[in-house]
Nanobody, 128 residues
Framework: QVQLVESGGGLVQPGGSLRLSCAAWRWSSDDYGVGWFRQAPGMSRVPVAC??????WYEPSLKGRFTIFRDNAQNMVYLQMNSLTPEDTGVYSC???????????????????????WGQGTQVTISS
């Protein structure tokens, strides 16, 4: 059973930065895509970014402030978040799916169905 564990969330003042981590356990190969999603209080979950071995995808409004990167040797994927605002508050979750789904059509990176396994999420709160 694949397990994903997020960490790195917390309380940060506006303008600050956070780096979230996603550890992937028992995925059978390194040919996978990992996405980050977030869910603000009372809102639906929305996509943030996705990464495969070939490319990355970002929700357009977040590109430039958020950076997704991975360390295959450690089975880790990270989300670096800068210039945070209260609107970035929410539960951030990572999810994994086979790379071929994203490499065929990068529009599916924003779709929850493209991911087979999900972590429990980590809370990010931006407040002064």
């Amino acid at each position: 059973q694949v397990q994903l564990v997020e960490s790195g969330g917390g309380l940060v003042q506006p303008g600050g930065s956070l780096r979230l981590s996603c550890a992937a356990w028992r995925w059978s190969s390194d040919d996978y895509g990992v996405g980050w999603f977030r869910q603000a209080p009372g809102m639906s979950r929305v996509p943030v970014a996705c990464i495969t071995n070939e490319a990355t995808w970002y929700e357009p409004s977040l590109k430039g402030r958020f950076t997704i990167f991975r360390d295959n040797a450690q089975n880790m994927v990270y989300l670096q978040m800068n210039s945070l605002t209260p609107e970035d508050t929410g539960v951030y979750s990572c999810a994994v799916g086979p790379s071929w789904r994203f490499n065929q059509d990068w529009s599916v990176a924003a779709e929850e169905w493209a991911y087979d396994y999900w972590g429990q999420g980590t809370q990010v709160t931006i407040s002064s």
